[in-house]
C-alpha cells in the first residue's frame, strides 16, 4: 500500500495520466500513442487543461488532436482552463486545430470559462480573422452573450481589432449589445484609446449613451484627451447626466485630468450641473485632494457653496479626505464652514469622525460650531469623534 492508503499500481496508473496530459500538451505522439496502448483513458480529466485534447489543442498540436480524437477523445469533453478543446484552440489562433476539431463535431456554440464566452469571442478577442471566418462558417453566433467582453464584436474593438469589427458588423453582430466589462463595443473601444475603431463604430451608429453611463464620461475619467474631441466632435451631449459619475466634468475632476476639466468647459459644460455621488465637479474634485482642478473650477466660476452628493457641499468633502491646502482655498472663496447637510452634516463633523486633528484646527480657526448637529446619525462634532474612536478599539 501507498502511504495515502491507495495501491501502488494506483499511483502509477494517475502518474501515467498525467503523463498523456503533458505528452498530449508538447505533441509528442509517440508517447501519446504508447500511453493509449498501455490502456490510459484519453478522457481523463485531470489538471490545468482538464483532458489530454484540450492541451493538445491550446498549443495548436493538430496532428496530436487527430490522434486523441481517432482513439475516442470527447470533442465536447468540458472542463480545464478553456473550458472545451475547440475554445482552446480558438483562443490561442490556431485555425487548422480548431478545422480538425470542428470536422470532428465540436459544438461551435457551446460555453466556454475564463474571459471568454464561447470559441467566436476569445478569436475576436486575439484577432484571428481565418478563424473567425471559420467559426461563422459553421455556425457561430455572432450575437451569443458571455464571458468578460460579452460579445465578440466588444472583445475586437477593445484590442482595437478594426477589421475583425467590420467583419463582424457585416455578419449581423448587435453594435449596441450590451454588458460585460466595457459596458458596449464603443465603450470598450474607448476605454483602451482604440480611436479608429471607435470613429468606425460611431459612424456606424453606436450609442454614446447607455441607461448607467456615456461615452464621454469613459473618455473623461480615463483621461483620453484624442478620444474626448473625437466624441464632442461625433456630437456627445457635454451635459449629459448618467449614473454615480454623474457627468463627464465630474469623472475627469474626480480623476484630477486638469486638462480634460479645462477642454469640457471650453466646450460648454455646466460647471455646477448636480447630479451623481459627488453632486457636483468641485465636490467630486475637493473630495479626492486633486488642487489645481478644484482651483480650476473656482476659477472658471464654480458655487463653492453648491449643495448636494454625498457630502453635501466641497467644503465637507475635503474634510473628510483632510486635505488642508483644498479647505483653505474653498474656505478662502467663501465657502460655509457651518454649511448643514451631506453624510456628515457639517464640514467639522466630517473632520472629526475621521480623526484629523489639522482640519479640525482650520475649522475651529474659522468659526465652525462644535455644537452643530446633523449628518444621517445627527449628532456633533465631539460625539462624531467619540463614535470614530470607539470603532477602532
Known amino acids: 500500500m501507498s502511504p495515502s492508503g491507495g495501491t501502488n499500481l494506483d499511483t502509477k496508473t494517475a502518474t501515467r495520466e498525467d503523463d498523456l496530459i503533458a505528452a498530449s500538451s508538447t505533441g509528442c505522439d509517440t508517447l501519446v500513442e504508447l500511453l493509449l496502448n498501455e490502456g490510459i483513458d484519453v478522457n481523463v480529466k485531470r489538471g490545468l487543461y482538464g483532458n489530454a485534447l484540450q492541451a493538445a489543442a491550446q498549443a495548436g498540436h ?22 472545451n478543446a475547440l475554445q482552446a484552440a480558438s483562443q490561442c ?12 463535431g465540436a459544438d461551435v456554440t457551446a460555453r466556454g470559462r475564463g474571459d471568454y464566452g464561447d470559441a467566436l469571442q476569445g478569436a475576436s478577442e486575439g484577432g484571428f480573422e481565418e478563424l473567425i471566418r471559420l467559426l461563422l462558417a459553421h455556425g457561430a453566433d455572432v450575437n451569443a452573450r458571455g464571458g468578460l467582453h460579452h460579445t465578440a464584436l466588444q472583445a475586437a474593438a477593445a484590442e482595437g481589432h478594426t477589421e475583425i469589427v467590420l467583419l463582424l458588423l457585416e455578419r449581423g453582430a448587435n453594435i449596441n449589445a450590451e454588458g460585460g466589462m466595457y459596458g458596449t463595443a464603443l465603450f470598450g473601444a474607448i476605454f483602451q484609446e482604440r480611436e479608429e475603431t471607435a470613429a468606425i463604430l460611431m459612424c456606424r451608429g453606436a450609442r454614446l449613451e447607455t441607461l448607467v453611463k456615456t461615452a464621454l464620461q469613459v473618455a473623461a475619467s480615463e483621461g483620453h484627451v484624442d ?55 468641485l465636490q467630486a474634485a475637493a473630495q479626492w485632494g486633486h488642487e489645481e482642478v478644484v482651483e480650476t473650477l473656482i476659477m472658471a466660476g464654480a458655487d463653492v457653496n453648491a449643495q448636494g452628493g454625498y457630502f453635501g457641499d ?3 468633502g475635503a474634510s473628510y479626505g483632510g486635505y488642508i491646502k483644498i479647505i483653505k482655498t474653498l474656505l478662502n472663496n467663501g465657502a460655509n464652514v457651518n454649511s448643514i447637510g451631506g453624510e ?19 475649522m475651529i480657526s474659522h468659526g465652525a460650531n462644535i455644537d452643530a448637529r446633523g449628518g444621517s446619525n445627527d449628532i456633533t462634532a465631539l460625539q462624531a469623534a467619540v463614535k470614530m474612536a470607539t470603532s477602532r478599539l
Not at 93 to 104: H, I, K, N, Y
Not at 246 to 259: I, N, P, V
Request: net charge neutral; hydrophobic share 45%.
Open 227 to 281: 478620444m474626448l474631441r473625437l466624441l464632442i466632435v461625433n456630437g456627445a451631449n457635454i451635459n449629459a447626466q448618467k449614473g454615480v459619475l454623474g457627468t463627464a466634468l465630474q469623472a475627469a475632476s474626480r480623476k484630477g485630468h486638469g486638462d480634460i476639466v479645462t477642454i469640457l468647459l471650453e466646450n460648454g459644460a455646466e460647471i455646477d450641473s448636480q447630479s451623481g455621488f459627488h453632486g457636483t465637479a
Open 93 to 104: 489562433g490556431f485555425v487548422e486545430t480548431s478545422r480538425v476539431l470542428l470536422d470532428w
Open 62 to 83: 493538430t496532428n496530436t488532436v487527430r490522434i486523441l480524437l481517432a482513439r475516442g477523445a470527447d470533442v465536447n469533453a468540458i472542463g480545464g482552463e478553456y473550458g
Open 344 to 362: 456628515f452634516g457639517s464640514a467639522l463633523q466630517a473632520a472629526s469622525y475621521c480623526g484629523h486633528l489639522k482640519t479640525i484646527g482650520v
Open 314 to 316: 466641497a467644503l465637507q
